[in-house]
């Protein structure tokens, strides 16, 4: 099954009503995460975007949530995907509390389930349409995963997802370090982010950031980050060629 | 019990709420071979007593490994106890491969009781003749549960079933309080002096029991001939006969002081 089989012009051909049936592209998505582990715990980050396509059409779209105690999840990708995946996780969090026998679901176990769901969804041709992060304390260990959409899954000191992946991991493996403060952690995070906010096209400017430690999640209110254009390169940019733009 | 007009259906109620049914299959565990297990807060022990049929054969496995942080020793119908070990193990291994992560005993037992009243409301169905004693590690520690054909579980500090099970009763009922806080070998050596107790003076030696043990930071596993004769010797745990002129002899007479067997009521299904 190759990209130009589901083109919308090779619907007719696929057979009909089975693939009204399973996702073919995204339509509302949402761009990168960065996530890192710090001192005490995990840091994700990740702007309240939701586009249509190239049109910035949502901006308080809410991409980070807790899981139970001990998790947070961030997710990039299709946003109705992700709004069933949070109803899955839910659920899953709910029967998990109804045994009420002193067990509870950590970051590893919500992080494997969330790979098996996606890879068996991958499988059937029917993917939720996500890269996810997913990261956590559970007596005192931290634990940070990502899962994408065909179930790829791997643990790291920092993760991201999109372009995340290309433009803050090169970043963050400079820059991370164990240990790393509270406020460490938040300004290299937002070192990422403006980064992303210069030079992702899907990127809005306003973002959260979600911290978890042994005490509990914590999702910060929106806010944006200041950016800086006074570059002297940006300045009469038509001075060598009159009339271009 | 007598026979009555109410006991041909596992689905029927006698006028005084019961069902003989299940009870009868409670009877088919207390005609087991003694299983016997006990607890403290980061190992459990589990024990039974292994007579074979005749000194030809092999034992009848009792003792089953379910996971590296479950066990379970049964008493009855040894091949109804076989098909749920089966059933414990793939759950076990379900649950790993969804969430990497050992299934807590609290959980599986709970799973297994359900399964167990399924038995005991259909009229196609007869109820599992067998009781477990399952063993193993959560979040919280070590636990022994007890699940009956009946459907119901209980926890355990200590706990025995099966045939001759109230000498072992009476021994753990002594000394369970301090099995919270003992050291994996007190608990063992307890186990095998319960064991002992079952045996109504029979000589206590290897080669008529078996010894599993699961804590925090060891997986389960059945203690190898071996190390359970050492531990009996070591402790000195012999029958109320005089000791053999020569210890190395002990196993073969071992089975023959067996050779008395099991009691006549016993079924043959389910040494």
Known sequence: MNVSDSTPAMNNLMGSEADSQRTLYPYVTGTSVVGIKYKDGILLAADMGGSYGSTLRYKTVERLKSVGKHSIIGASGEISDFQEIMRNLDDLILYDNMWDDGNSFGPKEVHNYLTRMMYNRRNKFNPLWNSLVLGGVKNGQKYLGTVSMIGVHYEDNHVATGFGNHLARPLLRDEWHENLTFEEGVKLLEKCMRVLLYRDRSAVNKLQIAKITEEGVTISQPYALKTFWGFSAFKNPTAGAEGSW | MFRNQYDTDVTTWSPAGRLFQVEYAMEAVKQGSA?????SKTHVVLACVNK???????????????DDHIGVSIAGLTADGRVLSRYMRNECINYSYTYESPLPVGRLVVQLADKAQVCTQRSWKRPYGVGLLVGGLDESGAHLYYNCPSGNYFEYQAFAIGSRSQAAKTYLERKFETFTDSSRDNLV????????????GERLTSSVCTIAVVGVGEAFHILDQETVQGLINEFEIVGEEPAPADETAAPDQGSSAAAQGPSEDVAPMDI
């Open chain 2, 35 to 39: 299983a016997i297990g006990l607890r």
């Open chain 2, 52 to 66: 074979s049929t005749s000194e030809l054969s092999s034992h009848q496995k009792k003792i089953f490994k379910v």
């Open chain 2, 189 to 200: 050596k307890d186990a095998l002096f319960a064991l002992r107790e079952t045996l109504q």
